[in-house]
């Protein structure tokens, strides 16, 4: 009868056992001993659209699940990806996009009046969210 083989070892992890022609043997452990790794897949996407008052500045979430653990980044609507800029967005470390409160004078259509999207990647692959139209005001 068939044994499933970790039944073959005694419950033991699984091994692979070598035998070559040349006489030389050994038991080796499968190549992922850290669990079943996956492309990314996103958990939460970004809205569609975000308005928002340049008092109170705006958050965008985006998160996704994988293994290894996604990176999360975020890009403007061509495609490239978003450099930092002190006082009026910045991407936190748990890959929330963040815009900050601003004067009016600092208004940057670029920045306050544009789409942005979400990229989630590991080893494995990436997935990039459907664009968020992001609308300041006063």
Not at 75 to 82: Q, R, W
Request: aromatic share 8%.
């Amino acid at each position: 009868a068939y044994k499933h083989p970790n039944e073959k070892y005694g419950g033991k992890q699984e091994v692979c056992r070598l035998r070559h022609r040349n006489g030389v043997r050994g038991d080796f452990p499968p190549l992922s001993s850290g669990g079943a790794e996956a492309a990314p897949a996103f958990l939460h996407e970004p809205p569609v659209q975000l308005v928002f008052s340049n008092s109170t500045g705006a958050l965008v979430s985006c998160s996704a699940s994988g293994q290894p653990r996604p990176t999360i980044s975020w890009m403007n609507e061509t495609g490239s990806p978003l450099e930092p800029l002190p006082g009026l967005r910045h991407v936190r470390p748990d890959g929330t996009l963040e815009f900050y409160p601003f004067r009016g004078e600092d208004y940057r259509q670029d920045v306050h009046a544009t789409r942005y999207r979400c990229r989630a990647s590991n080893v494995l692959g990436a997935v990039i969210s459907r664009s968020v139209h992001v609308k300041a005001g006063e």
